[in-house]
């Protein structure tokens, strides 16, 4: 079973349209990092939550960090083509020392 | 170094060959992870060192699949007589301690013919 569920798998969307991915689980995380994937390249890290309840912003990207520290999501403002790429939320358990990865959001953005 | 370094970058071999994929670590990180992509997928655990040791190799999916580290610095991937369901991107990250944000290479692309 996958520790960390991500929704949705895929998503196509219009150059323009907001949108939320979801990552979520039944676990505790001490933290959670979100990647961003662009065919051929490894995933690159676009940011760390720690605290729960903790919101990030990284220009038109807001990140939230669930209060009981077992889910986030991501929400995009007004996707641009380059934003297309395979989003990757992966976390630290609270008892454990290794990342799980979730199952990941193919994103791409029509101009 | 700057990054994580893997090599090659890619790599074809033909099937029941055995491969050596290469993972250069950034300098001074002592977690180091592998993982597997298939074509459109999400990432596939294979197997975690801290420092030399591995606490966890659960992922390794059959016992084709070995992996070592040493002078807590580069990792070696071994997969013995490959198969072409082995075909896919190994990618390998690295992170300064346990918990803290990891760092990816660009990976291996494997095509077993």
């Known amino acids: 079973t996958q520790l960390l569920e991500q929704s949705p798998q895929f998503l196509s969307i219009q150059e323009g349209e907001n949108l939320t991915v979801y990552c979520n689980s039944s676990?505790?995380?001490?933290?959670l990092q979100w990647y961003r994937q662009e065919p051929g390249e490894g995933p690159v890290l676009l940011v760390t939550?720690?605290?729960?309840?903790e919101v990030k912003k990284l220009k038109r990207l807001t990140f939230q960090f669930g209060d009981a520290r077992k889910d986030s999501s991501l929400h995009i403002t007004a996707a641009q083509p380059g934003d297309t790429g395979l989003y990757l939320c992966?976390?630290?358990?609270?008892?454990?020392?290794?990342?799980?990865f979730g199952t990941g959001t193919s994103l791409t953005v029509i101009p | 170094g700057a990054g994580v370094s893997q090599s090659p970058s890619n790599k074809v071999t033909e099937k029941g060959k055995d491969v050596e994929l290469r993972c250069d670590p950034i300098?001074?990180?002592?977690?180091l992870y592998w993982y597997r992509q298939r074509l459109g997928q999400g990432l596939e655990f294979l197997i975690y060192?801290?420092?030399?040791?591995?606490?966890?190799k659960s992922g390794l999916p059959s016992d084709r699949f070995s992996a070592e580290r040493t002078g807590e610095s580069v990792s070696t991937l071994t997969i013995q007589r490959t198969q072409q369901e082995d075909s896919a991107v190994y990618l390998c990250?690295?992170?300064?301690?346990?918990?803290?944000?990891?760092?990816f290479g660009q990976g291996t692309r494997l095509t077993v013919v």
């Open positions: 992966a976390g630290a358990l609270v008892t454990g020392n290794q990342f799980y």
């Open positions: 060192f801290q420092g030399n040791s591995a606490p966890d």
């Open positions: 939550v720690v605290t729960g309840g």
């Open positions: 990250a690295s992170s300064q301690q346990p918990n803290t944000e990891a760092f």
């Open positions: 676990s505790v995380f001490s933290s």
């Open positions: 300098s001074g990180h002592t977690a």
